[in-house]
């Protein structure tokens, strides 16, 4: 993995916790994360943990999965990130084991908020854009179920595993979630939830 970090300190503290994680081979240490767009074709790393100061500092977008350590981001900076590949974002505060799931996660192609975040994109939608077209009563207990995964985390293979039901019923049940939803995304769809009181901090 690629790590960015503008501060000398946060750079080798972090480094420091990455190197004792046997998961985990540092390919690179940068001290701009403005530029880890011309190092990640040379570098090919599998996740990119950028530590930003402030909104301002957020790199260019990259076809690399991407962890954003960032304190108190925006809505609009928080839906912008994740429009340009950012997989996962937590507080800068975050420890070690928070980082690590969030790394596994985006590595896998999941999407990790931390609840203040997924607060502030939630406070976003509008609530008639949930009501009255969507309620509780029109998804079934199974895809409440689903959807409370999707919030988790977890993949279609470890929910097909919880559930006992094929990962072919899992994309079923995720379709029609979305649908009936009107999600574009899961993460949408999460938050949505969220709104609609089906998932609770």
Do not use: C
């Amino acid at each position: 993995m690629l790590l960015a970090a503008a501060s000398t300190v946060r750079r080798a503290g972090l480094e420091a916790l990455l190197k004792q994680a046997p998961s985990i081979k540092l390919a690179g240490s940068l001290h701009n994360p403005v530029a880890v767009a011309q190092y990640t074709a040379q570098l090919q790393p599998d996740v990119i943990l950028l530590d930003l100061e402030n909104e301002t500092t957020r790199g260019e977008p990259t076809a690399f999965p991407v962890v954003v350590l960032i304190d108190q981001p925006s809505a609009d900076w928080v839906a912008r990130a994740l429009r340009s590949g950012v997989k996962a974002i937590l507080p800068r505060d975050s420890g070690i084991d928070e980082i690590l799931a969030a790394i596994q996660a985006a590595h896998v192609g999941l999407v990790l908020l931390d609840s203040d975040v997924t607060q502030h994109l939630a406070s976003r939608i509008p609530a008639s854009s949930v009501q009255p077209t969507t309620t509780l009563d029109d998804l079934t207990p199974r895809e409440i179920e689903v959807l409370r995964m999707l919030a988790e985390g977890l993949g279609n293979r470890e929910m097909a595993a919880r559930l006992g039901i094929s990962d072919h019923t899992v994309k079923f049940h995720i379709s029609s979630i979305l649908d009936k939803l009107g999600a574009a995304s899961r993460t949408e769809a999460v938050t949505m939830g969220i709104r609609m009181g089906i998932i609770l901090l």
